[in-house]
């Protein structure tokens, strides 16, 4: 059984790109959540994905956007990135219905 | 609006020691309750869960006390080690809340030797 994988770990990038982040889930699960955990603070929801559709949503502005694939694997798109980006990326995938979240390792964004 | 409150920011204790992280909450949707351990460079893994039927679970040196009245919950670790030293997030969840968990800020806690 595999867990969850993230990729990149690392990136940086300049104010104003975009920046696209993927995840594989774990075997079994359906549902894929992504969460932005900056230095010294607990995870923020982001947005969650079941059925390659979009199925709930935390405070953050429209340029955070996501895509969820057949084999369940997700992809984080942020655009015109901001100093404030800076985070590190979590992705946590489970299967729909229940409580049991699986988190990857994170990708560590950086934006200068 | 932070759904769930976490304190301390930080716990020192010796080996040995009893490290005590104490949660709150305000929404009584919530109706699961997981302690997630996050080491640096790692993802949050769950360490130990409780629901509110019961007041206290224990999983090897790991107990979670729940008082439903007064929406508070926290965590033991009995006999510390240096290895526990980790970030430690406390979260809820709720069947109306698509199961997703809210995070406390977290405890960084270290264990000396």
């Known amino acids: 059984e595999t867990g969850v994988t993230q990729s990149p770990t690392h990136l940086i990038k300049t104010r104003g790109q975009q920046v696209t982040l993927r995840c594989s889930s774990q075997s079994g699960h359906n549902t894929v959540s992504w969460y932005q955990q900056a230095l010294g603070q607990g995870p923020q929801f982001i947005f969650q994905?079941?059925?390659?559709?979009?199925?709930g949503r935390g405070n953050f502005p429209p340029r955070f956007s996501g895509l969820q694939f057949p084999n369940y694997s997700s992809e984080l798109n942020v655009n015109a990135l901001e100093l404030d980006d800076s985070a590190l990326y979590l992705c946590a995938s489970s299967f729909a219905g229940t409580y049991g979240y699986t988190f990857g390792s994170g990708t560590r964004l950086t934006v200068v | 609006q932070q759904q769930v409150k976490q304190s301390p920011q930080s716990l020192i204790v010796q080996k040995g020691g009893i490290p005590i992280i104490n949660c709150a909450y305000e929404n009584t949707a919530f109706d699961y309750f997981p302690w997630y351990q996050q080491f640096p460079g790692k993802g949050p893994a769950l360490l130990i869960a409780?629901?509110?039927?019961?007041s206290e679970k224990k999983e090897g040196r790991f107990t979670i006390s729940f008082n439903k009245s007064a929406k508070q919950f926290s965590l033991h670790i009995m006999d510390s080690q240096p290895g526990d030293s980790a970030t430690y997030f406390c979260a809820a969840s709720s069947p109306g809340g698509s199961y997703i968990p809210t995070f406390g800020r977290g405890t960084s806690l270290i264990v000396h030797p």
């Open positions: 409780i629901r509110p039927d019961v």
């Open positions: 994905y079941y059925r390659e559709e979009e199925n």
